[in-house]
């Protein structure tokens, strides 16, 4: 059986779906990042890096959100956790833009959505800015799909949803940006994400 370590993350809640999408069996340990577990001795023999997620399999330990799932399309190429209709370059320049780029302006706004200072106000409108030109482009491609690939879901859209959702709660505004907040509406109505959500109180 494998086993999960995540934390309340994007990235963490990505490879929890990527595993309820291949179907199979895992056991789910929770990392809290705010009570500094992952710099635990204990967590520290499971990834000396101290990062999280990680994933125990009989291969070894798979390390980095990116790394887990491309050993999870490997092993489950039925589950199609990455778009049947991309190349793996293709999919991997995706994802690393949306790891890379995306995902830390995330970060970055949610981190100061509540701050009042002048240096707190000014780190999250540049987030904001870059984020809008992301989505610009993001919306085009959702203009006649309903996902990121027409065929099917995979984590490209959970990447997405899971972004929105933190930036939702965070206060952004995507008011401009409808097909993303239907793209993001149609997830919450799939029962493997809902399912990933209710593993645990994780998220």
Known sequence: MLTLFASHSPCSMVVTVALEKAR????????????????????????????????????????EALGIIFYLHKKYPVAQILPRSLTFIESTCFLSWITS????????YCNYASGLSFDALVLKNQAEGQLKSAFEVIQKRLKNSMFWCEEDWSV??????????????????????????????????????????????LY
Not at 172 to 178: L, P, R, T, Y
């Open 101 to 108: 780029h995306i995902q830390p302006h995330c970060m970055q």
């Open 24 to 63: 199979v069996e895992y056991k789910l340990n929770r990392i809290d990042i705010d009570k500094l577990e992952h710099e635990s001795p204990e967590y520290l023999k499971v990834n000396p890096k101290g990062r999280v997620p990680s994933l125990l399999t009989p291969d070894g330990t798979i390390t």
């Open 156 to 201: 490209l859209d959970v990447y997405l949803y899971c972004m929105v959702r933190h930036l939702k709660e965070a206060g952004f505004d995507f008011s401009a940006f409808g097909r993303i907040t239907e793209h993001y509406e149609r997830l919450t109505r799939i029962p493997v994400i809902y399912r990933a959500q209710s593993k645990d109180s």
